[in-house]
């Protein structure tokens, strides 16, 4: 699946650090990445591994002076988004790039009505009158399933569900049409039918609007439900990169296959243990040299250790950073996992 | 007997070492030079109490009508007072008062007014409205003025003014601990201990007063202050400790008022002890709220 | 079910939270966060209970431990009503009913080492008088939960979130339980981890004989944990059956709803499957509809549905369900 036209967005050799009391952390490590208009591509990984900060970098958004991007960079639409002004990225972020975030509670203002929350940044981006913002406004609460819209815009963030809010996260994202959505754990807080709406109505929305979407999640099921090509994570650096057919059907990495290992499905005949991934997430100050998975690695070889892997691909458009994945056989550990079931619930 | 596939030995290394006081120390003192200064003065202040009977070049009682009245010299480095004892030996012998009675009614006043808001916050429901409502009505009264009334009521010997300093700072304290207290409440540790069967003294010494340290060294040390200044006013008064004992609020009394224009150095000295006393733990307070301030978060 | 078997039972546990009102007034109205529901435990099983948030599954948890004090019910464990003991009864039955909570971070006294936290309840209790003999057994359980002795030393914010639970997991096995209150135990865990601990919990189980109910909102994590499952929603028990039954056949709307909710991390799976998406959002509990509380979100309600709460019956051997379309 290649893409003659060129990306949306491209990220290429980002790194941000943050100086912390234990040391430097290299919260994202030489990270290179594209998204192509209309798709939907996720980033996936645990907590530490630079996902959220990643997206932070190309909004803009790290928190300074702790935090500080390094290296490399964002090209969106043949811009780079790092040589930019603050003054020129602030009409970057909300007009052509949105973030949705993961707390509906706090991320909307709580002494500001819904409405003005929307208006607002139809007025300053596409500078809309107070009656267009306010048509716009209904507009959008419409498409992302709001009822009422018209008295709930004079309503305030608290007399909203937290389901309802993390669609007024989504309305005001999409308020002005952006070519490019960062959704940051979107339905992590919310309960599990809940989630569900949210995220078919993202992938509608998406698909109406042709806008892209970043998804970050830690969620294997969230992505292998929405997202189109996926990137791994882990301490800061991509690990393997793919489709998501082709990373589910047959992991190249270690890291990728422990993942999908140690997650019980509901589709599959209970196993008798669980298969976790031996030790604990790595110490960002203290990496070791080589690959920063090799401590917890079954597969590892003594270059693993001397030498930090880097992105290769191992099929096509199917990427992996490690040392032994041609002879990682993803598909007979997939296969382990016992003939594919009906699948509960129907 | 354990599944050794299923232990997974999982050791994070220990951090580099564990912060000691030492580094505590030095660390605020490089962060906050004023507080430090504060503390510096309040050590000083400590040792001079305690090394009293090294330093002061006269006995404080003694009286000397030969030298009475006699302006800072050699041989009376800050004066005598109006029966001829030295001005400065009495200073250093008031620090002793001073910290006495304000330690004391400080550190009894705090850590009692701590239990009380802790145990009031766990508790809740009604025990908790009463206990708020009847510490309302002594917050209501000035510290001056309750302290005045308890020493009128119970007679103004050194413990009598202790418990009468003690008492207005009681309900001040727990109030504050309260709130800090009802957000620990709330904790899962605290319920994993109710859950193990630990009695309500065990869970409020144990588990909740430990997690409130920040906020009560805080209102220990603004006390320390306001102790000390309290003791002196009273003693001004004529309600604290009485003659012939070395009090800086004493010292203050009586011939020092009446000689005011010919000796001021009888009042200018016990004024400016007071005034650094009080400043310096002021300093140190302010200080150490700060530093404490965001750990407030993580306890 | 064999009667003798039973270590716990609930039996129509309601708990109401008042809200509003003033100190004289009565209570201007309450969250029904509990209200009827009643269910068994057997000696050595493990009862998942499932539902999202409001559901009141973490409130019967907190029920069963006394943590929170039931409006109404009973909650018999060992064949005795814990809302007719006396104080000191409870204290000595506490040690046989223990607590793992979810946040690893705020489940510890920051104050304590490991060993004092591990120490205490065998000191409490009087379940290991002397010191050195007790020094050895918190030894003992740091390793039976997969920790290094030498951890005994430190304190809580030296350890990793894993490493937390493990300790908050330790400190429940410190009394010798029978039944472990388990809610959430791994949700606020990186996945990696997850998987570690499930284990570790079912060793745990499997070497002291213990009887968990696992409260959780993750399905999977459910379905591969426990023996029999019940799902509540909004107060009450929709349906309740042995784990593979209610996988594969549930009967209740809400349980086929939920189950076709949560995503199975295989997109071509993913990409077959038919999906119920339900709609509309839970309702609150203060205000619950009218007789079954899930019915205006029900794809399958009818009239009768408003008109009386439905009992969680049993309509097939060891199934009950609360619907009665049924």
């Not at chain 2, 001073?98 to 145990?119: D, N």
């Not at chain 2, 000390?228 to 800086?248: C, H, N, Y």
């Amino acid at each position: 699946m290649s893409k003659t036209t060129p990306p949306l967005l491209e990220v290429r050799d980002l790194r941000t650090e943050f100086s912390t009391a234990g040391g430097i952390v290299r919260a994202v490590d030489g990270v290179s990445w594209d998204v192509h208009a209309g798709e939907t591509v996720a980033l996936v990984g645990e907590s530490g591994c630079g996902k959220s900060v990643s997206a932070l970098s190309i909004m803009g958004l790290v928190a300074q002076p702790a935090g500080r991007i390094t290296g490399g960079r964002i090209l969106f639409k043949d811009r780079d988004l790092l040589a930019l002004s603050e003054e020129e990225m602030r009409r970057v972020r909300g007009r052509e790039i949105a973030m949705v975030f993961q707390e509906p509670m706090t991320s909307l203002n709580p002494v500001l009505t819904v409405g003005r929350q929307i208006t607002e940044a139809c007025e300053i981006h596409l500078g809309y009158s107070e009656a267009q913002a306010r048509d716009r406004a209904i507009e959008v609460l419409g498409l992302v399933g709001i009822p009422d819209a018209v008295r709930r815009l004079r309503q305030y963030p608290h007399q909203f569900s937290g389901g309802m809010r993390q669609r007024l996260m989504i309305a005001i994202a999409l308020s002005c049409s952006p070519d490019l959505i960062l959704a940051d754990e979107p339905t992590t807080a919310l309960d599990v039918t809940i989630q569900a709406q949210i995220l078919d109505l993202m992938k509608d929305l998406s698909r109406q609007v042709g806008a892209a979407t970043l998804i970050i999640t830690h969620n294997l099921g969230v992505v292998a439900r929405y997202a189109d090509r996926v990137n791994v994570m882990y301490a800061g650096r991509i690990v393997e990169r793919g489709t998501a057919r082709e990373i589910y059907a047959n992991p190249r990495h270690p890291y990728t296959l422990g993942l999908l290992r140690s997650v019980p499905r509901l589709d599959e005949p209970k196993r008798e243990r669980l298969a976790p991934i031996q030790g604990q997430p790595p110490d960002l100050t203290r990496l070791p040299r080589g690959c920063a998975f090799a401590p917890r690695c079954a597969y590892a070889i003594d270059r693993c250790r001397q030498e930090a892997p880097t992105l290769q691909s191992v099929g096509g458009t199917h990427l992996s950073a490690c040392w032994v994945a041609d002879t990682l056989d993803g598909r007979a550990a997939a296969g382990e996992r016992g003939t594919h079931r009906e699948v509960v619930g129907e | 007997m354990t599944t050794t596939t299923d232990i997974t030995s999982l050791d994070t290394p220990a951090p580099e070492r564990r912060r000691g006081w030492r580094d505590v120390v030095l660390d605020f003192c490089r962060r906050r030079p004023l507080g430090a200064i504060g503390a510096a003065v309040v050590v000083l202040m400590i040792l001079v109490a305690v090394l009293a009977d090294l330093i002061a070049p006269y006995d404080p009682l003694a009286i000397d009508f030969a030298a009475m009245l006699a302006p800072p010299s050699a041989e009376h480095w800050l004066g005598t007072d109006a029966y001829g004892r030295d001005v400065l030996s009495r200073i250093i012998y008031g620090s002793q008062t001073a910290l006495i009675v304000g330690f004391g009614a400080a550190f009894v006043g705090s850590t009692l007014g701590a239990v009380l808001g802790v145990a009031s916050a766990y508790f809740g429901g009604r025990t908790d409205l009463v206990v708020q409502r009847f510490m309302d009505i002594f917050i209501s009264f000035p510290l001056i003025i309750l302290a005045l009334a308890m020493v009128a009521i119970l007679g103004n010997t050194l413990p009598n003014l202790i418990v009468a300093m003690t008492a207005p700072m009681i309900p001040r304290c727990a109030l504050v601990i309260r709130s800090s207290a009802l957000s620990i409440r709330e904790m899962p540790y605290v319920d994993a201990a109710r859950a193990a069967g630990f009695s309500h003294a065990r869970i409020i010494m144990r588990h909740m007063l430990p997690n409130v340290m920040a906020p009560y060294l805080i209102m220990l040390t603004s006390f320390l202050g306001q102790a000390i200044l309290l003791e002196a006013s009273l003693s001004f008064l004529g309600l604290g400790v009485q003659e012939p004992i070395a009090a800086w609020g004493l010292m203050l009394r009586g011939a020092a008022v009446e000689f005011a224009e010919t000796a001021p150095w009888m009042a200018l000295f016990p004024g400016l002890a007071i005034s650094l006393a009080v400043f310096a733990f002021n300093l140190f307070g302010d200080s150490l709220r700060d530093a404490l301030d965001p750990k407030l978060r993580t306890g | 079910m064999a009667e003798d078997d039973v270590i716990l039972e609930v039996r129509n546990l309601v708990k109401h939270f008042p809200v509003g009102g003033g100190l004289f007034g009565g209570p201007a109205a309450a969250v029904k966060a509990v209200d009827g529901v009643s269910f068994a435990i057997r000696r050595g099983e493990t009862l998942g209970l499932v539902g999202e948030s409001g559901c009141g599954k973490t409130t019967t948890g907190r029920c069963i431990l006394l943590l929170e004090r039931p409006t109404s019910g009973q909650v018999i464990f060992e064949g005795r009503d814990l809302m007719t003991l006396s104080a000191a009864e409870i204290r000595i039955v506490r040690r046989k009913i223990q607590v793992i909570f979810q946040d690893p971070y705020s489940s510890l006294n920051p104050r304590m080492t490991v060993g004092q936290m591990l120490d205490e309840p065998m000191a409490v209790h009087a379940i290991v008088p002397e010191r050195k003999a007790r020094h050895e057994r918190v030894r003992e359980l740091l390793s039976v939960v997969g920790l290094l002795p030498s951890m005994a030393e430190r304190y809580p914010h030296e350890l990793s979130g894993g490493q937390r639970q493990r300790v908050g997991i330790a400190r429940a096995l410190a009394t010798e339980p029978s039944l472990i209150i388990c809610d959430e135990p791994v949700s606020a865990l990186d996945v990696s981890i997850q998987a570690q601990i499930v284990n570790l919990l079912e060793s745990l189980q499997e070497q002291f004989g213990l009887t968990y109910l696992f409260v959780a909102h993750d399905l999977s994590v459910v379905r591969h944990i426990s023996d029999r499952v019940a799902v509540m929603y909004l107060g009450k028990m929709a349906e309740l059956t042995d784990r593979a039954t209610l996988y594969a056949e549930p009967l209740h709307p809400y349980t086929q709803a939920l189950l076709s909710a949560v995503p199975i991390p295989d997109p071509e799976v993913e990409a077959n499957r038919q999906r119920t998406v339900l709609g509309g959002e839970v309702p609150s509990a203060l205000r619950p509809p009218p007789g079954c509380v899930f019915h205006p979100r029900c794809p399958i309600a009818i009239e009768a549905c408003k008109d009386a709460v439905p009992d969680c019956r049993e309509v097939r051997p060891a199934h009950r369900v609360a619907c009665i379309r049924v």
